[in-house]
């Protein structure tokens, strides 16, 4: 526009400048000639303006680009919350892969959820002293804690009661260990989520000197108010603690909260 602008003037001038030319005579042509150098001095400057406006405008656009390519990789290391039409937030988690038919789709992860965990639910127990003579499929009652944030663990019952409906994480180990009954070579116990067994984990010694320890780990889905245990089987009624060897213990700790 200001090039345009600028050979408009251009041409007037130098229309004006030959009509007063031929009205003056030739003593006043030089006066005029330097004025037309002066016009088409300006006229250079004004292209030179807008060359450098053009190279502006395009290093503004290279810097937007850069900027926005920054802004995607920074999300990316992110969750990224989005509103839906419920009311609630949508995760979507990048760098996580959805199992699907299809090969070629690689989907994002998408869970609901309300919220970041807000609640802390975490306890870690063991036994100090051997259990003996217990009963069939019968809880195991582990009496010290070594922390139980959430309240949830009940060390009366032997029981954890889920405080909040999330995803969560328990583990349990037990010890196949000769105990003063003579017993306790065996040692077979199972976790129940809500009545149901989940998994289990069996230790056995057939030595007196050789001591053996059988776990498992499970994560799983817990609604809130669901009990959550493990549990004595098999032939050997006696289970091996003590406050000195903390082999046989348990477990638990909120991931993350759910619908």
Same mark, same amino acid.
């Given at each position: 526009?200001?090039?345009?602008?600028?050979?408009? $003037?251009?041409?007037?001038?130098? /229309?004006?400048?030959?009509?007063?030319?031929?009205? +003056?005579?030739?003593?006043?042509?030089?006066? $005029?000639?330097?004025?037309?150098?002066?016009?088409?001095?300006? &006229?250079?400057?004004?292209?030179?303006?807008?060359?450098?406006?053009?190279?502006?405008?395009?290093?503004?656009?290279?810097?937007e680009e850069r900027l926005e390519a920054y802004e995607l990789n920074t999300a990316s290391e992110k969750d990224i919350t989005v509103e839906s039409d419920e009311d609630s937030e949508i995760i979507v988690?990048?760098?996580?892969?959805?199992?699907?038919?299809?090969?070629?789709?690689? %989907?994002?992860?998408?869970?609901?959820? &309300?919220?970041?965990?807000?609640?802390?639910?975490?306890?870690?127990?063991?036994?100090?002293?051997?259990?003996?003579?217990?009963?069939?499929?019968?809880?195991?009652?582990?009496?010290? /804690?070594?922390?139980?944030?959430?309240?949830?663990?009940?060390?009366?019952?032997?029981?954890?009661?889920?405080?909040?409906?999330?995803?969560?994480? $328990?583990?349990?180990?037990?010890?196949?260990?000769?105990? %003063?009954?003579?017993?306790?070579?065996?040692?077979?116990?199972?976790?129940?989520?809500?009545?149901?067994?989940?998994?289990? /984990?069996?230790?056995?010694?057939?030595?007196?000197?050789?001591?053996? &320890?059988?776990?498992?780990?499970?994560?799983?889905?817990?609604?809130?108010?669901?009990?959550?245990?493990?549990?004595?089987?098999?032939?050997? %009624?006696?289970?091996?603690?003590?406050?000195?060897?903390?082999?046989?213990?348990?477990?638990?700790? +909120?991931?993350?909260?759910?619908?």
């Amino acid at each position: 526009m200001m090039f345009q602008i600028g050979l408009c $003037f251009l041409c007037v001038c130098n /229309a004006l400048a030959f009509e007063v030319l031929e009205s +003056l005579g030739k003593q006043d042509s030089d006066v $005029f000639t330097k004025l037309a150098e002066r016009i088409n001095g300006m &006229q250079a400057k004004i292209a030179r303006l807008e060359l450098s406006k053009t190279r502006l405008h395009q290093k503004i656009t290279q810097l937007e680009e850069r900027l926005e390519a920054y802004e995607l990789n920074t999300a990316s290391e992110k969750d990224i919350t989005v509103e839906s039409d419920e009311d609630s937030e949508i995760i979507v988690r990048r760098g996580v892969l959805d199992l699907t038919e299809d090969d070629d789709q690689v %989907p994002l992860t998408i869970s609901k959820r &309300q919220n970041v965990t807000q609640q802390h639910v975490a306890f870690t127990l063991y036994l100090d002293h051997t259990l003996t003579n217990l009963g069939g499929n019968q809880p195991i009652v582990y009496n010290k /804690a070594i922390l139980n944030d959430g309240n949830g663990y009940s060390n009366r019952s032997g029981i954890f009661r889920v405080p909040v409906t999330g995803v969560y994480l $328990f583990s349990w180990s037990a010890t196949a260990k000769k105990v %003063p009954t003579g017993n306790a070579y065996e040692a077979w116990s199972r976790l129940y989520v809500n009545g149901k067994v989940q998994l289990d /984990a069996v230790a056995e010694s057939r030595i007196d000197t050789y001591d053996s &320890q059988g776990s498992s780990t499970v994560v799983i889905h817990c609604e809130q108010g669901w009990e959550v245990w493990t549990s004595h089987y098999g032939a050997f %009624p006696d289970l091996f603690g003590s406050d000195v060897l903390r082999t046989t213990s348990f477990m638990g700790v +909120l991931l993350y909260e759910t619908q």
